[in-house]
């Protein structure tokens, strides 16, 4: 396991624009697939958006579709959740989640189980 951190929460009227990034703390190895997780008041963690290692290739929960994008940066190995749109029932602790270990297979994954990393999360909060 490692410890991911997560940056760029906060406060944002309804329709505005965060930027989330996720990095590993003092480990410069990739990960494999990585994906953004979010857990709302009195809500179970849902998965919000992965993407593979290479970046390639990216998977969204319906509700963000169109709104959000992932992406990483290999070279800075870094995640970035760009969130557009904002709406307030996307308020939420949002969580990193990475692969770091190779299990016999790649892609992009959408259950918490097929991650071995996760952050402490980030607060973003959407006023209406």
């Known amino acids: 396991q490692v410890q991911l951190v997560e940056s760029g929460g906060g406060l944002v009227q309804a329709g505005g624009s965060l930027r989330l990034s996720c990095a590993p703390s003092?480990?410069?190895?990739?990960?494999?697939?990585m994906a953004w997780f979010r857990q709302g008041p009195g809500k179970e963690r849902e998965f919000v958006a992965g993407?593979?290692?290479?970046?390639?290739?990216?998977d969204y929960a319906d509700s963000v579709n169109g709104r959000f994008t992932i992406s990483r940066d290999n070279a800075k190995n870094t995640l970035y959740l760009q969130m557009n749109s904002l709406k307030p029932e996307d308020t939420a602790i949002y969580y990193c989640?990475?692969?770091?270990?190779?299990?016999?297979?790649?892609?992009?994954?959408?259950?918490?189980?097929?991650?071995?990393?996760w952050g402490q999360g980030t607060q973003v909060t959407v006023s209406s």
């Open positions: 989640a990475a692969r770091m270990t190779y299990y016999g297979t790649t892609g992009v994954y959408r259950d918490r189980g097929s991650f071995d990393s």
């Open positions: 003092g480990r410069t190895v990739s990960a494999y697939a």
């Open positions: 993407v593979s290692r290479s970046g390639g290739n990216t």
